[in-house]
Every structure is written in structure tokens, then in C-alpha cells.
């Protein structure tokens, strides 16, 4: 409604502008031409009675401009010099009236009955309305031709009918054409604007139906549907599309993630709960058994704890760009110092650091995340590896990214898994990651830590043989930054 409406506007606007300029200039040419016949007619009459010398008086004016004006109608198919003849032309022009006055305002001839008083001093030419006409009045004064003297007045008057009637045909020409293109123009605006918005309708549409929904009906297939024109409108419906697709994934991670954590926390509960019901039956008297059941739900309750540090550092960890995103730090720094930081842990271990860098290497990461992520893959390579105890740790770096690898020769996974470890709380063996300690989460706060910089964490693994776990980070190009790594932790044992 409001584009056609605003189209009426702009076309009447636009038509209006134009219509105003065409109609003045065709009224000004209009009465040009209505002037010049007076100005004619004027000189002709000026001329005829300019020979003679003295007042003009009734006897020396009619014979001069009668002899030409008697009852002009009858000479109508008279002699053709008659109509070369240019007073005669001017006087019988239908709406001209010429009227002759001498010196005192007295009026000695007139070939019309003008309704028009003759005034001398007043200005010499106007336009005044007489019965609703109006008439184009000019004076002027006529003097001898031979001494210049004033012998009297002549007053010429046009009536303007032509003018008038042309002038109101063009007006109501411009107001028919001007309403129709505006009728036109809004009318076709609006079929083009509910043509065209339509996919603004169904969008709307589909945000009824999801807001009308109630509690519990089904929305996850609520869509805008497909539309067929490949305009930014109906991408707009797909884009939406897009989202209420993303949305109901969002939504639906969150409740299977709720499922999860409420899974992963039932079993410690209920082994805790087990332990006090058998120290609250009988258990409390027996020491050994005493002993044991607390010793069980503390381990229970540490699992726990780590269990809640874990899913916090989860959901940090997908805030990462919002609060550390401008952090920066040296990755090389970093390896070594998590690299000895693990020989020192695990002696009964070999680790090899294969490091291509040799100069500080700043990566746009926040240091103590880069530090948990080597941490995990670390973590992992002892806790999967079998007879072979060696963990490789390399670092190396391309035009734009470094790449930090951590190789272990453990158990590895197979192809079937190696897709899934990345997920939260998937773990290959449950049983057995759970006697480790895992949760399952250790990889899934990696990745997340690692995207959350724009990086990428990849795996590649064979059973039996063992896996090797891929970090790839964008260097940070300019050196002025590199300049301002924050070195937090300064316990480096190189
Ligand atoms: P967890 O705390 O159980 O180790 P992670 O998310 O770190 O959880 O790992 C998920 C699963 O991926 C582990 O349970 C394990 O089965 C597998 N995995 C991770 N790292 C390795 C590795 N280096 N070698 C073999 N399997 C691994």
C-alpha cells in the first residue's frame, strides 16, 4: 500500500512539475501571438491616421478607417485587394475591436462595442476581465508624421477567448492524463509490490505458525517454502530457512547435550548413593568397609569435579573469539615448555620434539589455551599408548599457518570412531577411558579452543599402530605484534 501510494506521489509530482512548465510556456506563446495582434493592429490604425495634421475630429478619422471597415460582411467575397489590405485584415479579426479617441478622450470611431472606458494616463496595456473574459487592452498615442504632434488616442482590445479556451483544454487535458498515470502508476505499483513481496509474506506467515505453536507441537519443520524466483527476496526466505534450520540444531544439541551431562552424572551419583545406603545399613560399623565407601565417593566426587571443570571449560571455550580474541602468543614457547613440562611428568616415557622453528613464531591465541590444547593431546598419547612409550611432538611453520603435531604409538582408532572422538563425551571404550579418568570431553574443548582462533584440529589414526593429532594455527603476519606476547608463565625448562 505505501510503495503504491508512494508511487502515485512521485508520479504526480514528477507529472505535475512537467504539466506546469508545459502549460506556461504554451500559455506565454499562446498570448504572444494574442499580443502581436494588437501591436498590428495598433501600428496600422497609428499609421492611417498619422498623414494629416491637427486634432483628430470625427470628420478627418471615419473617412479614413471606415472606407475600409463599412459593413465589412458584405464585402466579404469582394475584390482580393480588399484582403491585402491590412487594416481591413486587423478590423475584421473577430475579436479585435479598435476604438479611435481625440485628444480629450472623446471617442470618434470604433469598429466594436468595447465595454472598456478609455483612460489616458492609466497604463498603456492590461489585461482585464470583462463577463468572465478576459481582454488584452493597449493603448497609444498617435502624432503627425510630419511635426510629431499629439493628434489623439487609439485603444485596441483582444478578447482572449481563444487564449482562454486553449488554455483550458490543455488544463484538462493535463488533469485527465495526470489522474489516469497517477491511478495507473499506484495501481500497478501495488500489484507489483504484493508481486513482489510475497516472499516477505510467507516469511511472515512462517513466523505465525512458530509463534502460534504451542507447547510442545512440533516446529522443527516449520519452513518458508521454496520459492522458484531467484531474487534477493526469496534468498531471504532461504537465508531464513537457513537459520530456523540452524536454530533447531542449536536447540537440539543443547538438549542432547542436557541428556548427556545428566547421563555421564547418573553414575557417580549412584554409586555414591550406594556406598552411603550400605555404610547407612550396616556399613558404618564396619571400619574396612567404612574406609573403603568413602574412599570410593571421594573418587566418585573427583570424577565429578572434573566432570564440572570440564564442561565449564566446554562452554568457555565457544566464547573464545568474544574474550580472547585478540590474544597472542608464541607458539614455539609454548611446545617447549608443555614438551618438558611432560618429560618431567612422565619419565617411563620417550618424548622426541622435532621443532622446524627456531625463532619465536606468534600465533593469535590466548597462551594458556594453547597450553590446555597441547595438554589434552598429550594427556591423551600417554593415556592410549600401549607397549611402544614414545610421544612425538613437532612444530614447523608455512606462509601462513604453523603446524603443531603430537604422535603417539598406542592403541590408535579405527576408521569407524576416528569420526567421532571430536563429539562430546564419545569415548571408544567407555568403560576403559572411564577407569583413565576421561570424560570424553577432552578432545571436544580442543577443537572448539582450536576453531574458536580460526585453526583447525585434525586426526590421523590406525588401529593397533597409533595416531597422530594435527594443529594447525594462522601465523600473525605483523611483527609489531609479535612484539607484545604476553609471556605469563614463565616457568620454562628448556
Ligand atoms: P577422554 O577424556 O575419554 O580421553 P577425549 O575427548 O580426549 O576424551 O577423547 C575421546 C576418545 O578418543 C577417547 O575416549 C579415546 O577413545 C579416543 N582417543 C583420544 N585420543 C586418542 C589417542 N591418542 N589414541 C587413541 N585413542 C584416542
Not at 497517477?182 to 505465525?208: K, Q
Not at 574412599?295 to 569435579?305: G, V, Y
Not at 585478540?326 to 622435532?354: H, S
Request: glycine residues 6%; hydrophobic residues 40%.
Amino acid at each position: 500500500m505505501k510503495w503504491s501510494v508512494g508511487t502515485g506521489i512521485g508520479v504526480l509530482l514528477i507529472f505535475a512539475v512537467f504539466a506546469a512548465l508545459l502549460y506556461q510556456s504554451f500559455s506565454n506563446i499562446l498570448l504572444r501571438q494574442e499580443k502581436q495582434y494588437v501591436t498590428d493592429a495598433v501600428g496600422v490604425v497609428s499609421e492611417r491616421l498619422s498623414h494629416d495634421s491637427g486634432e483628430l475630429t470625427d470628420s478627418n478619422v471615419k473617412p479614413l478607417l471606415s472606407s475600409n471597415f463599412d459593413s465589412v460582411e458584405d464585402r466579404q467575397g469582394a475584390s482580393s485587394s480588399l484582403y491585402s489590405d491590412s487594416l481591413f485584415v486587423t478590423l475584421s479579426r473577430k475579436n479585435i475591436g479598435v476604438s479611435v479617441y481625440n485628444l480629450d478622450g472623446k471617442g470618434l470611431f470604433a469598429s466594436r462595442r468595447v465595454p472598456i472606458k478609455f483612460d489616458r494616463v492609466g497604463p498603456a496595456e492590461r489585461i482585464k476581465k470583462v463577463n468572465g473574459t478576459n481582454v488584452y487592452v493597449r493603448r497609444s498615442a498617435i502624432y503627425t508624421k510630419k511635426n510629431h504632434e499629439l493628434r489623439g488616442y487609439v485603444q485596441v482590445t483582444n478578447r482572449l477567448v481563444e487564449y482562454d479556451a486553449a488554455r483550458n483544454k490543455l488544463l484538462l487535458i493535463f488533469l485527465v492524463f495526470g489522474l489516469t498515470a497517477v491511478l495507473l502508476c499506484s495501481l500497478l505499483g501495488y500489484i507489483l509490490s504484493l508481486w513482489l513481496l510475497r516472499p516477505i509474506d510467507d516469511i511472515n506467515e512462517t513466523i505465525d505458525k512458530i509463534n502460534e505453536a504451542e507447547d510442545g507441537d512440533p516446529v522443527a519443520n516449520i519452513r518458508v517454502p521454496k520459492l522458484r524466483y531467484n531474487d534477493e527476496l526469496s534468498n531471504l526466505g532461504n537465508l531464513f530457512n537457513d537459520m530456523l534450520d540452524q536454530m533447531q540444531r542449536y536447540i537440539e544439541q543443547q538438549q542432547q547435550f542436557v541428556e548427556d551431562v545428566s547421563h555421564e552424572l547418573r553414575t557417580p551419583v549412584a554409586i555414591i548413593q550406594g556406598h552411603l545406603e550400605l555404610l547407612n545399613r550396616w556399613g558404618k560399623d564396619n571400619p574396612e568397609v567404612l574406609a573403603e565407601s568413602i574412599s570410593a565417593s571421594l573418587q566418585e566426587i573427583n570424577r565429578m569435579k572434573s566432570l564440572v571443570q570440564e564442561m565449564l571449560d566446554l562452554s568457555r571455550a565457544e566464547q573464545v573469539e568474544i574474550h580472547f580474541g585478540k590474544e597472542i602468543t608464541d607458539a614455539r614457547e609454548v611446545v617447549l615448555q608443555v614438551f618438558n613440562n611432560f618429560k618431567m611428568i612422565k619419565p617411563d616415557f620417550v618424548f622426541v620434539l622435532d621443532d622446524d622453528l627456531n625463532e619465536r613464531t606468534a600465533v593469535q591465541m590466548y597462551r594458556n589455551h594453547l597450553e590446555q590444547v597441547l595438554i589434552i593431546l598429550l594427556d591423551n598419547a600417554v593415556k592410549y599408548s600401549t607397549e611402544r612409550q614414545e610421544i612425538h611432538l613437532s612444530v614447523a611453520k608455512n606462509a601462513r599457518y604453523v603446524d603443531i603435531a603430537v604422535q603417539d604409538f598406542g592403541e590408535g582408532i579405527s576408521q569407524q570412531n576416528i569420526k567421532r572422538v571430536f563429539n562430546r563425551f564419545y569415548r571408544v571404550d567407555k568403560a576403559r577411558s572411564r577407569d583413565k579418568g576421561g570424560n570424553g570431553l577432552g578432545l571436544s574443548i580442543a577443537q572448539r579452543l582450536i576453531e574458536g582462533y580460526h585453526g583447525k584440529l585434525t586426526v590421523e589414526s590406525v588401529l593397533g599402530q597409533g595416531s597422530v593429532f594435527r594443529i594447525s594455527l594462522p601465523i600473525v603476519q605483523k611483527d609489531s605484534k609479535a612484539s607484545d606476547i604476553k609471556s605469563e608463565n614463565n616457568g620454562i625448562a628448556k
